[in-house]
């Protein structure tokens, strides 16, 4: 460990590894919105464990560590289409207070409620809107056709699998 606390490990040519698809790595992460808005961050909480490529955090998170040696920090910007997706006008939709009482729900802005659809399943909404009788629910992510910021910090590869996790074996083969 070097004196900032990160892993420093050189592989037999004396560099220093770069993460590879298949890596366990232990990073610090903080995700902002454009306007500078904190959105998430590991910073006061645990750094975040994953597996490159295993699909487990955000795809974008998996490709920015690519790379990355112990000790760097990378920052991106994230479009909408690779985070929450764009914003849909279709998920969002007018109900009255009486029918959301009737459900057991007390309507108050951005209370989360589950609606059931005609075909059984439930929709996580949240209350975006009231006017008068009116109660507006929208089904979009809160961060849906957003900009998102993340800053990625690379402290520690616990381990190198360094796997291509991409492909896909055939197991007819």
Partial sequence: MNQAGLQDTAHSDGQTPRVQWGDRVRVDFM?????????DSSIYSEPVIFTAGARTVMQGLEALVIGMRVGESKTEKFPPDSIYGPYRPELVCEVSRSWLRAQGVEPLTGFEVEV???DGTLVSMHITRLDGDRVTLDANHRLAGKNLMVQL????ILDQGGLDLRATPNPAA
């Fill in 116 to 118: 059931r659809k005609t």
């Fill in 153 to 156: 910090d690379l402290l520690e």
């Fill in 31 to 39: 995700a902002w919105l454009e306007d500078g808005t904190l959105i």
